[in-house]
């Protein structure tokens, strides 16, 4: 792998736009389980949880989805690991240029990163239902308590897109156009099948595709370089040598 780190290094060193996208394998490392890999909610408990995670469960059963949100998708305990530090040390030298994620862990700002692109929003943000008022996250993590608004006593929901629910128009033209402008997009710790999150990379114009990931994606054949390696290694190799 050195080879390749080395080529990789030279083309962000000579690059002018760099863009990463990362998926669930980024934040492995840190304890949190990736939903659709061996271990993971969908292999251990099965497709049932979409209907905990859904948009439609919150408002039927409210109970049961925190039930079920906070026991597999809050991870107060999880720390940054070495990807999430790599990639904000290449933000701070001015070699990356934006993060977008798929995770809702907050761990890219937690280590630094800036610019950081949340397609399917975060644990850190809840808002209540019906006067869309701002509260504070740590309103989502006590079991059997269904949270409510302090101001109108409507029901606060985590800021995460929902199975049913669309992702943020904005936020999502704002990953497009980040992706168009690349010149080098590096894909990491994604299987690039959650859509519409991996049709982004189908706007990818640049000369340099990069993609770090244990399993094979739709996109190998059009990468110029592909790794099957840990994520947090590569980067990891790639911010200390530049």
């Given amino acids: 792998m050195s080879k390749e780190i080395e080529l990789i290094r030279e083309i962000l060193r000579e690059a002018k736009h ?12 840190s304890g949190i389980p990736d939903f659709r890999g061996s271990g993971g909610l969908y292999t251990s408990e099965g497709e049932g949880n979409e209907y905990y995670l859904s948009r439609r469960c919150l408002t039927i059963n409210p109970l049961a989805f925190y039930n079920f949100y906070n026991k597999n998708m809050v991870y107060p305990d999880a720390k940054p690991n070495r990807a999430h530090y790599a990639l904000a040390k290449l933000e ?22 800036g610019r950081v692109i949340e397609l399917h929003g975060t ?19 006590k079991d059997e308590i269904v949270p409510k608004c302090p101001a109108c006593g ?13 992702l943020d128009g904005f936020t999502f033209r704002d990953a497009e156009n980040e992706i168009a402008a690349a010149d080098v997009l590096i894909v990491g710790g994604s ?32 990468a110029e370089f592909v790794i099957r390696e840990s994520v947090g290694e590569v980067l990891s190799a790639l911010a200390e040598g530049i």
């Fill in 123 to 141: 644990v850190s943000r809840s808002y209540c239902m019906r006067c869309g008022k701002v509260c504070e996250p740590n309103v989502l993590g």
């Fill in 191 to 222: 299987s690039l099948t959650v859509y519409p999150a991996a049709s982004l990379v189908g706007n990818f114009e640049g000369k340099h595709l990069i993609i770090i990931n244990y399993s094979p994606t739709d996109y190998d054949r059009s």
């Fill in 18 to 29: 760099v863009v990463f996208f990362g998926g669930a394998g980024v934040s492995t490392e």
């Fill in 92 to 113: 701070e030298k001015g070699i990356l240029k934006s993060v977008i994620t798929q995770n809702i862990d907050g761990l890219h700002q937690s280590a630094g990163s």
């Fill in 154 to 166: 409507g029901i606060v929901r985590p800021d995460v897109t929902l199975y049913g629910e669309a």
